[in-house]
């Protein structure tokens, strides 16, 4: 990376559920030569735990103080401030968002104006746990910079292509004709993967693949021909698999056993699925499948935690392995599934009815096709970068925006 800027700067600002990622993307030889590793970039993480730190990537690794008040928006904050830093007097040509719900009207990604925020912001009680801070990194940018364009590219947009019948939940009908369905999230995780798998794997790409997104949130997605047939994901981000807090599916007469018979409010309710349950419910002690590995053979409850968490990744492939009728491709990506070779290991053993199994070499080296050479089904591990995404977006929407590049 040189330091000086480059002519043309897309940045991207990715608000996770405890991390926000940021990009700086040197966007002057244009749209088909956008390089996939930006000029410069790094994350916060840990947001609203005891430690949270700044990542980049040439090497900053420090921790970052954040008030207890609003922990999210101080760390916003501070990259915004790294940012400007960096940048000097290279003027932005764009700031993409990737914003976790873009509701019903939203297939494609949009230019930021007031009437898409305030839109936006009734998605908010959808994706409690993502779509406020997207909004407030947007909103404080409109003030800062109101000429300066902004891209909301949305993570429910790559599942518009479910069918029907996955689209549906058994409500009453009218529920579906309200918006109550399966939208399905880590839209642009997935568009990243539809866009690499194919130079990686060939033709086998477009054949019965699952992508397991396996981070702090954590989704499946079946794709068909590059496209989303089925995912985990629903109506919210909480249903499907176990995550680090998140409870994954779950029987809804749960829900009003803890309402009715033991009183949980809403708010608690609500508190206890986001934030309460998943590894750090089951734990008692951390929402890191990594902390949790380190202390299984003396402590049960993290046994408990990790048995759960993988069974859950098993049943799930399953059901999606039945609707795709069968499996190819099997790829790894996001925090857990691209660094934690021994979660990898256990699922792929789960899997082992369908003929999958893996090269312990590659699995513990993270290479890009972990599966034994006698594997039915190719195993792969695959980078997440949804950020790359996103500037692609942001790029294609100013192009198509006369007067605005
Ligand atoms: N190098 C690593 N080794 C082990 N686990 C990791 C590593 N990097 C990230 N993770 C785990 O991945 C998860 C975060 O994944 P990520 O895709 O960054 O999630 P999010 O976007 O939701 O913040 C955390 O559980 C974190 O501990
Ligand atoms: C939708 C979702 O859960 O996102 P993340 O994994 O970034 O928290
Ligand atoms: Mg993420």
Redesign the pocket.
């Known amino acids: 990376m040189s330091d000086t800027a480059p002519d043309l700067v897309v940045a991207v600002l ?1 608000c ?4 926000i ?1 940021f990009a700086l993307f040197d966007a002057s030889a244009g749209l088909q030569a956008l390089p996939r590793r930006p000029w410069w970039g790094g ?1 916060v ?1 840990g947001i609203g735990g005891p430690a949270p730190r700044l990542q980049t990537q040439d090497g900053t690794d420090r921790p970052l103080p954040l008030g207890d008040a609003a922990p999210y928006h101080d760390a916003l904050a501070a990259i915004l401030a790294a940012l400007r830093e960096r940048l000097g007097s290279t003027p932005l040509q764009a700031v993409a968002h990737r914003v976790v719900h873009g509701g019903a009207a939203h297939a494609e990604p949009v230019r930021v104006d007031a009437g898409v925020l305030a839109e936006l912001r009734s998605y908010i009680p959808l994706a409690p746990l993502h779509q406020p801070f997207a909004l407030e990194a947007m909103e404080a940018l409109l003030q800062l910079h109101p000429t300066l364009p902004q891209v909301a590219c949305f993570d429910t947009a790559f599942h518009r292509s479910l069918p029907q019948v996955e689209q549906m939940l058994p409500l009453p009908y009218s529920a579906w004709e309200r918006g109550l369905r399966r939208y399905g999230f880590h839209g642009l995780s997935y568009e990243y993967q539809s866009l690499v798998l194919p130079e990686r794997h060939g033709a086998q790409a477009s054949g019965r693949c699952i992508v397991a997104h ?4 954590a989704s499946l997605c079946a794709l068909q021909g590059l496209r989303s047939v089925a995912t985990t994901m629903g109506f919210s981000a909480l249903d499907g698999l176990m995550m ?1 807090t998140r409870c994954g599916a779950l029987d809804p007469g749960a829900v009003l056993y803890l309402m009715e018979i033991e009183g949980l409010s809403l708010h608690d309710v609500g508190q206890l699925l986001y934030h309460q349950s998943g590894l750090l419910g089951v734990s008692g002690r951390s ?4 902390e949790l590995l380190a202390h299984e053979a003396d402590d049960p409850r993290c046994a408990a935690a990790l048995a759960l968490f993988v069974r859950r990744i098993v049943r799930e492939i399953g059901a999606l392995v039945a609707v795709l009728g069968g499996l190819d491709l099997l790829v790894f990506t ?3 599934g ?3 070779a021994e979660i990898r290991e256990r699922v792929v053993q789960g899997l082992g009815f369908l003929g999958a199994s893996l090269d312990a070499a590659a699995n513990a080296a993270h290479a890009p096709v972990i599966s034994a050479a006698q594997s039915t089904v190719r195993v792969a591990v695959e980078p ?1 970068n949804e950020e790359w995404v996103a500037a692609r977006h942001a790029l294609r929407v100013l192009a198509a925006t006369p007067g605005a590049a």
């Open positions: 990715n996770g559920s405890s991390s990622k994350k993480l396996l981070g702090s949130g680090g929402a890191e499948p990594r996001a925090g857990i691209e660094h934690q997440a």
